[in-house]
């Protein structure tokens, strides 16, 4: 009986380092895990630049040009929570925003005005609100050369510099369509309308007395069906 127990009492001290192994190991793992979630979460200062890329190639024609640049970063939820609004004359546009998954708006040519913002942009606090914009450019009083423009990237992750803080000269990463493009995301826009010239031809121009072209907006809305024709 005696050498029964004293040989139950050596395994058992077998058994107890490897045990206490275990949990250590285990223990390193969640803390390894935890830390890698910490770098991906939201929140975090990130500096990157947002490039507007017409939809044809080089060069440009004029109802083409870029005079401005709008980027609006927001949440993929249903209202679409802004999180950065920066307008700005430069293509690419540096911006300051914070790290995370998110939508990112890109409007160019925003006012009639050439070079000119359109102030009220500036409080929209979701995209619900932007989307529901009734005659949100006016186009008769455009020129050929400022033509808004729009374009959407979905589902794009930004994250913040390998280590340091995130700056002009240590920029983030973002990530998007399964590509990674470093510290500048491309965004293609698409005009939102076109000027064309109409010449009409007539044997007589007894025969012409009038011209009348309907269906065309007087405005358009970015993400919305919602315009007044005449």
Known sequence: MRITNQLNKIRCLQKTPLIALLWLFLGTACTLEEDNDAYIDEGRNVYLSVSALNSKSAPAEPDETINTVRVIIAKGNDEGTIITNIFGVTNPLGIDTKSGLYDVYVITNESETVGGELLE??????????????????????????????????????????????????????????????????????????????????????????????????????????????
Do not use: W
């Open 121 to 230: 942009l500036n409080a929209i606090k979701n995209i619900a609100e932007l989307k529901n914009r009734q005659g949100a450019f006016d186009l008769t009083k455009r020129e050929i050369t400022n033509l808004p423009m729009f374009g959407v990237v979905r589902n794009v992750h930004i994250s913040v510099p390998v280590s340091g803080v995130s700056s002009s000269s240590n920029p983030g990463n973002v990530q998007a369509n399964g590509q990674n493009y470093g510290s500048t995301l491309p965004v293609s826009v698409n005009r939102l309308a076109i000027k064309i010239s109409l010449r009409l031809m007539s044997k007589s121009f007894e025969e012409l007395e009038s011209v009348t072209l309907t269906n065309i907006p007087d405005s358009v809305s970015l993400l919305g069906d919602a315009y007044e024709c005449t």
